[in-house]
């Protein structure tokens, strides 16, 4: 079995002006920039990211975006392309999050364009996938996250497979405190693991590392890091505060 190194990526959503984020950024380059046990994201707002690169700079911290869209260029006011986020250093990019889906109608067909644009500019998404509480309660969780997901990576070849990084967020559990229990975030990770072995290969889908993004905090994390299938999180509230985060980081780096 192939051991996958766990994962922590930071989304900030809309927080931090510039000067916070730099903050923010330099008292987790100095708590956790030079360990390699755990790969480690930031993903500040467009305003912060050319600033946020730059202070960790030097460090193992990786910089992601929250968004993009599929152009390179054009008519799109408001928009951010994936050479504009290239050309300041960005590795990573978080596309489908569910506030994409339900704040901004963002379509499993939309969602796919931004995939396969970020793969083709070497940006290696965050890929969200998830289910409503409705559908959580009509036992549509995997019928959801299967259409998400085979819609979402329809084009992907098996040659890009093993960039994208899996983020299964179920959004009853985003910001409201509740949280899957441990059984129930397992479920689903092997599940997705199981559908990336059909729509790939089982070698590459034993690469695909699989965060969880439902509320996840330093009480919760190291039972959900124990888990087979679950090789991270993708961390909202908690990577706003640099304690918490790094709380996070060392949980995932204990084997």
């Not at 912060?48 to 460090?59: F, P, R």
């Not at 509480?133 to 070849?157: C, D, F, H, N, Y």
Request: aromatic share 6%; glycine share 10%.
């Amino acid at each position: 079995m192939i051991s996958r190194k766990k994962l922590i990526a930071g989304n900030w959503k809309m927080n931090k002006t510039s000067a916070d984020a730099v903050t923010l950024a330099r008292d987790l380059v100095g708590a956790i920039g030079k360990q390699s046990d755990v790969e480690v994201i930031v993903c500040p707002p467009f305003t912060a990211i050319e600033s946020v690169g730059k202070a960790i700079e030097g460090s193992n911290l990786k910089l992601g975006a929250q968004n993009m869209h599929f152009e390179a260029s054009g008519a799109f006011t408001g928009e951010i392309s994936a050479p504009m986020l290239r050309a300041v250093f960005t590795t990573h990019v978080i596309l489908g999050h569910s506030e994409r889906r339900t704040l901004f109608g963002e379509t499993d067909e939309l969602i796919n364009k931004k995939v396969l644009a970020a793969l083709k500019n070497q940006l290696r998404p965050i890929f969200c996938v998830g289910e409503t509480l409705a559908e959580r309660e009509a036992a549509s969780t995997l019928k959801v996250v299967q259409t998400q997901i085979e819609l979402g990576l329809e084009g992907v070849g098996k040659d890009q497979a093993s960039s994208i990084v899996v983020a299964y967020e179920p959004v009853w559990a985003i910001g409201t405190g509740k949280v899957a229990t441990t059984e129930q975030a397992q479920e689903v990770h092997a599940f997705i693991r199981g559908l990336l072995a059909k729509l790939f290969t089982e070698a590459l889908a034993q690469k695909v590392r699989i965060l969880y993004g439902g509320s996840m905090k330093p009480a919760n994390a190291p039972e959900l890091l124990s888990q087979k299938d679950i090789d991270g999180g993708l961390i909202g509230g908690a990577s706003l505060e640099a304690r918490s985060f790094v709380e996070l980081v060392n949980a995932a780096a204990v084997k």
